[in-house]
């Protein structure tokens, strides 16, 4: 995980699938704790499997969006949204 230009980013490039799945699901849920609205993650291009597990699995998760976009300056990063709710609601669910 890194801080570029205030966007919480996730990198799972040139990872194993397993790895980058545990990887992406532990760095999600930090990224909600930490009240983070916008996430970007780093997957590559290759033959976007990793792009599939990470849309796979933001299916699963009620509070991630994927920001659909018609142009992508990099094909090899998904940008998501997090719906954060009110920070003191927020810490009631930390708790």
């Avoid at 980058?20 to 699901?25: E, S, Y």
């Avoid at 849920?29 to 291009?45: L, P, Q």
């Avoid at 499997?49 to 699995?57: A, D, Q, S, T, Y």
Wanted: charged letters at 30%; glycine letters at 4%.
């Amino acid at each position: 995980m890194s801080r570029t230009n205030q966007i919480f980013t996730i990198y799972i490039r040139k990872k194993r699938f397993e790895e980058a799945r545990t990887l992406f699901l532990k760095e999600i849920e930090k990224a909600f704790a930490k009240g983070e609205r916008e996430v970007e993650v780093i997957h590559g291009i290759g033959e976007h499997i990793l792009r599939k597990m990470v849309l796979n699995e933001c299916s699963k998760i009620d509070y991630v969006r994927v920001q659909e976009s018609h142009f992508h300056s990099n094909p090899g990063v998904l940008k998501l949204e997090l719906l954060i709710p009110d920070p003191s609601l927020l810490k009631k669910y930390l708790a």
